[in-house]
Structure formats: C-alpha cells, structure tokens
C-alpha cells in the first residue's frame, strides 16, 4: 500500500475521531466508575449518562428517556424488532418488510417467521424507492409492525418516512414503524416526531464514533417487552454492564456530527459531486446505481464500472491505500450478487462491476480527486484485459 | 480464520503475464459469461508439426484470482506440448499461486477449461478430432467435476455431493445433490451446474434435485 489512506467506506465503519477518543479517555482510565445514587462518584457517572441521553435524543427530537444504549445497530434492531412483535402477538402475528432491507434486519425477520410470525416483503423500484402501493395492499388487520431501512446503505435510497408512516396510519389500529436508521444517521435531518417513526437504529461506529455501541429510540407508549433478562441498572430494555466510556463517546460523536450541521452536509453534497462529475467526466461506461444526486443520501455514491469486475477494482485500489466496497458475487461469502442491486433489477453483470463509496468528516476533496486517479488507472488497465466491451480506450 | 490471497496471486493479478490478444489466433476458447460473473478467453498459436503451443494470451472479465489463475495457466501451458497442456489441472494451477482460498477455486477451474477448451477447438480444426459433447452420464459428470462448492474449495464429484445422474429418453436430466436447503452455497452450486449443463447442446431440460 501506498500514500496517504483514502478511506471511503463509511457504511461499513468509520476512524474514531480523535475529539471522541480524548472524551472516552477518561473513562477509560481515572472515571472507571459505574453510575448510582447519592455517591461522588456514582452520580457524576449518571449525570454523564443523562446528559449523553439528552445529547442523542435532542439529535432526532426525540425525549431523554426513549433512549436507550446498546451495544450496536444489530442489538438494537433485534431488541426493538422482536420485542415490538412479542409484545403484540396478542393482534397479530404479521410484520412488514422489504426485499432492499439490510441483512442485519431480514435476518431478525427470518428468525422471526421459524417463531411463528408471518411476514411481507415489498419490492423497491429501481432507484430503490419501496413501491408504496404494495406496501398499501400488505397492511392486514394482524399486521403489527413494519420495518424499512430510512437510507440504503446499497443504493443511497432516502425514503419517504412520512409517506409510510400516512399509509401505516389509514389502517383501523395501530401499525408501528421501525426505522433502521444506521446509514441516515448524521447524513440527512432525523425527527421522529415528523416523520412518524416509532423506534430506529443507529450505529456509532459509522459516525466516527466507538465501536460496540448502538443507539436504540423506542416512543414513549410503543408496546415492546425486553428479550434480553439480566439486571437493570439504567435501561429495562438493555440490562447488564454499562459500557460508560462508549456512551462517553457517542454523545461526542453525535455532538461532533450535528455541530454545524447544515454545513456538513453542504460539503458531502460538495464532495459526493466532485466524485460523479469527475467519475464521468473521466472514466467511459460508468453507470450510477440509485437515485439521482439531489435526491440521495449526500454521502452516498454507488457507480458500475462497466466491463470489468469489483472485487478486481477494489484490490487495485487497495494498493494505492484507496478503500471502498464492492457489490460483485466475488467479493461475497457466498458468490452470490448484492441482493438489493438484483432486486432493484440489475443484472449479474450491473452488480458485478458496481462499486460503493461513502463519505465521512475526514474524507478531502485531495482524497477523492486521489480516488478519481486511481479509478482512471484502474478501470483503463482492466478493460485492456477484460474480453468485453470496446478497445480503444 | 483470515481468508487473504497468497503473494503469489497479488503479485500475478498486479502484473499479469500474457494478458491480450492473439491475432488470427490457430485457436481459441471462451468460457463462463458475463452473466455468470467470470468469463475467460484464451487464445493460442500452435506450431502444427510439433504441436508446442508458441503463443499464449488471455483475457478475463472477472476479479483478482481470476486473473491471477489464467496468468499462471498461460505461462504453464507456454512452450508445452498439446498433450502435456492438456494435463494441467485446476490443483496443479492452485498450487503454482500458493494456494486459492476456497471460495475462490472456481477461478482456476474455469482457467483450465478454457485453456483444455481451446487446445480441443485446435484438435478439432487440424487434427480433425471429434468434440464429443453428447449426452452421456460420462461426460455430464465430466462436467460437473468443474463445479466447485465454495464453502471448502473441491469439486462436487470428488465431494460425492452428486448422488445420482437421471437421463431419459426425451434427454431430460436430473440431477441429486446432497446440499441442504438452507446451505448458503446452494444458488452457487444450482448456478454453476446450470451453467455447466449449458456444454450439452442437445439437452431438453434439467431438473437438480436435492437429497
């Protein structure tokens, strides 16, 4: 590897900033306390806590006390998703999903179905918009919740929160919205209030906070029972050890994230720009997966180098120290195409040759334009090699 | 444990040898497709009284390994006599890169068969030999000896995986696999088999059954 590390794989996880290190550090190390009453140290530990809570909830308009920790979007979505549906499987033993969910979500879901729950799965267009009529049809009088991922973390997708929820709310009882909000998260505005949304998730390790933690909003009266059993300290819903230094750092992160937040987005809109234009200004025969720019999520880039394979694309930028992800069967544990790219009707060819890139609050604009070289030289010397496509490039 | 490409492969996909094209080649071969997700083609020049192949080029639409393999067949094959090519199999080819990762073996196969494909177009053109593609259990399990089970990297025949090869007369197939429904290399393997029953031009149709 050589250079400077271009890193444009946020979705997948993000650099600690350095802010949020420093802001964990001492929990790490003098306050190793755990928070309690009437204590030095027990209270300054809990109104740690609190003021991360207030932190969060304020980030998305949500109340302290619908936060909860926990120890990643995996956790989070599983306590949310099976404790929705245990909690009402008195009403009904249906869920709603999508064929462009995250992994992480269809897998509660198909946990789900082997317990007795039924579900249906709507189908996106091609930019990877849920096709809303559908999802009109799927809602049952049994149906309990439905659970979309706000951004797609593939396509770069937003969803129309509101639209689903105006759907959800023409039933004759009460259908909750989960989001999976893990790639929405610091990337575009979040209010549960206006959009509707009943509990979410999110991730911090892709906002350049901790690894390990996770944040969970549940509205105040959504019925949901815990599926995990231990001692409570803080939370009913995540019982067991407190990882303070975590939480420490998440507020930092989501401070870091929504300070100056208009401007933020301003500049990926700025960079995500500078890499399409100068990716088709440059390279012949790419193609954009997912919705137009204006439209999609601002750190959000997905682009199929035509001719040539992923897995291929992302070795060779890998030795110029460029790290990105790939949709190809080649890059997968099962050889098997991205799910969301077929089902949002690519070809095998389309999804071979698809790469991803998202952004975060250490990408440049000198690290795009490096990517953007790498990428010319790329896709050059693998079409010289590849059978397909035209030769004269 | 960490699944990583030996140096071997890094070093032939960053400089691979023999990448190109032969023009008015004595022989060629594709294999695999776009739609598959790889595909190969090898061109050869054949000196017709030795029959030592001179030249060898290739090109590939597919990722690191599947370059890094048909870059070590070519040179493998290079300077070699027909019959001695022919020999050359997916393991040897594997084993010249320091190893495949399992998932990854399919790559050398599909290099092997392209490279054994065109070396029979040649045979056929000037030796005038027979391309025996008929519908024999034989040759079908022939085939299916090129497809690899990615979860440890050997092909389904040699894992016994093909439990019965069903052939009636209006030359409809079916095939018994033993891999379970839930087996996350199942839509690979049903992929692959599909794809190598392709070879048999004068298939009806066929049905994979798993037992």
């Given at each position: 590897m050589s250079g400077k590390e271009v890193y444009l794989d946020s979705c997948k996880t993000s650099r600690l900033a350095s802010e949020v290190l420093h802001a964990m550090m001492p929990y790490l190390t003098d306050k190793y306390w755990y928070p309690g009453s009437f204590t030095s140290i027990g209270t300054e530990i809990a109104e740690v806590i609190e003021q991360a809570q207030e932190t969060v909830a304020h980030s998305m308009n949500?109340?302290?006390?619908?936060i909860t920790f926990t120890s990643g979007g995996t956790d989070a979505n599983n306590i949310a998703i099976q404790g929705i549906l245990q909690a009402n499987k008195e009403k009904g033993k249906h869920f709603i999903c999508s064929t462009v969910s995250h992994p992480s979500v269809l897998a509660i879901f198909q946990g789900m179905e082997k317990r007795g729950f039924e579900g249906t799965y709507i189908s996106a267009n091609k930019d990877g918009y849920l096709n809303l009529d559908e999802l009109e049809a799927a809602?049952?009088?049994?149906?309990i919740l439905a659970a979309f991922t706000?951004?797609?973390?593939?396509?770069g997708t937003i969803q129309n929160s509101k639209a689903i929820r105006n759907i959800l709310d023409q039933s004759d009882h009460k259908v909750y919205l989960f989001m999976d909000s893990c790639e929405a998260y610091t990337k575009i505005p979040l209010d549960v209030e206006e959009l509707g949304i009943d509990s979410l998730s999110i991730s911090?390790?892709?906002?350049?906070g901790p690894k390990g933690m996770g944040i969970l909003y549940v509205k105040k009266g959504t019925e949901i029972v815990p599926t995990q059993f231990g001692i409570t300290r803080l939370y009913k819903l995540k019982p067991g050890a407190i990882n303070v230094p975590g939480i420490v750092g998440t507020e930092k992160a989501v401070e870091l994230a929504f300070t100056d937040f208009d401007k933020k987005i301003g500049r990926y809109r700025e960079l995500q720009k500078l890499l399409y234009d100068e990716i088709m200004k440059r390279i012949p025969d790419a193609v954009l997966n997912g919705p137009p720019l204006g439209e999609r999520s601002p750190a959000h880039l997905n682009v199929t180098f035509r001719y040539i394979e992923g897995e291929a694309i992302m070795m060779m930028l890998d030795f110029d120290n460029i790290h990105v992800e790939t949709g190809s069967a080649c890059s997968s544990q099962n050889l098997q195409p991205n799910y969301i790219l077929m089902n949002t009707g690519r070809t095998h060819e389309e999804s071979h040759g698809s790469v991803r890139f998202t952004l975060d609050r250490f990408v440049t604009k000198e690290d795009i334009l490096k990517t953007v070289d790498a990428l010319e030289k790329t896709a050059k010397e693998l079409r010289r090699r590849s059978p397909l496509g035209k030769k004269e490039q | 444990m960490a699944i990583k490409y030996s140096e071997l492969v890094i070093k032939h996909f960053k400089n691979p040898h023999n990448v190109g094209i032969i023009d008015n080649p004595d022989a060629s071969a594709t294999e695999g497709s776009p739609a598959c997700g790889d595909q190969l083609t090898v061109y050869l020049k054949i000196n017709?009284?030795?029959?030592?192949?001179e030249d060898i080029k290739f090109q590939s639409y597919g990722c690191a390994s599947n370059i890094a393999t048909a870059s070590i067949i070519t040179d493998l094959a290079m300077g070699r006599n027909i019959e001695a090519a022919k020999q050359i199999t997916w393991k040897q080819a594997a084993d010249e890169l320091g190893g495949l990762p399992p998932i990854k073996m399919h790559c050398s196969v599909l290099a092997v068969d392209a490279l054994r494909s065109a070396i029979k177009n040649w045979e056929h053109k000037?030796?005038?030999?027979?391309?025996?593609?008929?519908?024999s259990k034989k040759n079908i399990v022939k085939e299916l000896q090129?497809?690899?089970?990615?979860?440890?990297?050997?092909d389904i025949v040699s894992l016994k995986l093909l439990k019965y090869i069903g052939i009636d007369d209006k030359k409809n197939v079916l095939l018994e696999i033993a891999i379970?429904?839930?087996?996350?290399?199942l839509d690979d393997v049903k992929h692959e088999v599909n794809e190598r029953m392709?070879?048999?031009?004068?298939?009806?149709s066929v049905k994979i059954s798993l037992v």
């Amino acid at each position: 590897m050589s250079g400077k590390e271009v890193y444009l794989d946020s979705c997948k996880t993000s650099r600690l900033a350095s802010e949020v290190l420093h802001a964990m550090m001492p929990y790490l190390t003098d306050k190793y306390w755990y928070p309690g009453s009437f204590t030095s140290i027990g209270t300054e530990i809990a109104e740690v806590i609190e003021q991360a809570q207030e932190t969060v909830a304020h980030s998305m308009n949500a109340k302290s006390e619908e936060i909860t920790f926990t120890s990643g979007g995996t956790d989070a979505n599983n306590i949310a998703i099976q404790g929705i549906l245990q909690a009402n499987k008195e009403k009904g033993k249906h869920f709603i999903c999508s064929t462009v969910s995250h992994p992480s979500v269809l897998a509660i879901f198909q946990g789900m179905e082997k317990r007795g729950f039924e579900g249906t799965y709507i189908s996106a267009n091609k930019d990877g918009y849920l096709n809303l009529d559908e999802l009109e049809a799927a809602v049952r009088p049994d149906t309990i919740l439905a659970a979309f991922t706000q951004v797609n973390h593939i396509l770069g997708t937003i969803q129309n929160s509101k639209a689903i929820r105006n759907i959800l709310d023409q039933s004759d009882h009460k259908v909750y919205l989960f989001m999976d909000s893990c790639e929405a998260y610091t990337k575009i505005p979040l209010d549960v209030e206006e959009l509707g949304i009943d509990s979410l998730s999110i991730s911090v390790h892709k906002f350049n906070g901790p690894k390990g933690m996770g944040i969970l909003y549940v509205k105040k009266g959504t019925e949901i029972v815990p599926t995990q059993f231990g001692i409570t300290r803080l939370y009913k819903l995540k019982p067991g050890a407190i990882n303070v230094p975590g939480i420490v750092g998440t507020e930092k992160a989501v401070e870091l994230a929504f300070t100056d937040f208009d401007k933020k987005i301003g500049r990926y809109r700025e960079l995500q720009k500078l890499l399409y234009d100068e990716i088709m200004k440059r390279i012949p025969d790419a193609v954009l997966n997912g919705p137009p720019l204006g439209e999609r999520s601002p750190a959000h880039l997905n682009v199929t180098f035509r001719y040539i394979e992923g897995e291929a694309i992302m070795m060779m930028l890998d030795f110029d120290n460029i790290h990105v992800e790939t949709g190809s069967a080649c890059s997968s544990q099962n050889l098997q195409p991205n799910y969301i790219l077929m089902n949002t009707g690519r070809t095998h060819e389309e999804s071979h040759g698809s790469v991803r890139f998202t952004l975060d609050r250490f990408v440049t604009k000198e690290d795009i334009l490096k990517t953007v070289d790498a990428l010319e030289k790329t896709a050059k010397e693998l079409r010289r090699r590849s059978p397909l496509g035209k030769k004269e490039q | 444990m960490a699944i990583k490409y030996s140096e071997l492969v890094i070093k032939h996909f960053k400089n691979p040898h023999n990448v190109g094209i032969i023009d008015n080649p004595d022989a060629s071969a594709t294999e695999g497709s776009p739609a598959c997700g790889d595909q190969l083609t090898v061109y050869l020049k054949i000196n017709s009284e030795t029959q030592i192949i001179e030249d060898i080029k290739f090109q590939s639409y597919g990722c690191a390994s599947n370059i890094a393999t048909a870059s070590i067949i070519t040179d493998l094959a290079m300077g070699r006599n027909i019959e001695a090519a022919k020999q050359i199999t997916w393991k040897q080819a594997a084993d010249e890169l320091g190893g495949l990762p399992p998932i990854k073996m399919h790559c050398s196969v599909l290099a092997v068969d392209a490279l054994r494909s065109a070396i029979k177009n040649w045979e056929h053109k000037y030796l005038g030999k027979k391309i025996d593609d008929s519908l024999s259990k034989k040759n079908i399990v022939k085939e299916l000896q090129k497809v690899i089970y990615g979860k440890v990297g050997v092909d389904i025949v040699s894992l016994k995986l093909l439990k019965y090869i069903g052939i009636d007369d209006k030359k409809n197939v079916l095939l018994e696999i033993a891999i379970k429904k839930d087996d996350p290399f199942l839509d690979d393997v049903k992929h692959e088999v599909n794809e190598r029953m392709e070879k048999f031009p004068k298939i009806a149709s066929v049905k994979i059954s798993l037992v």
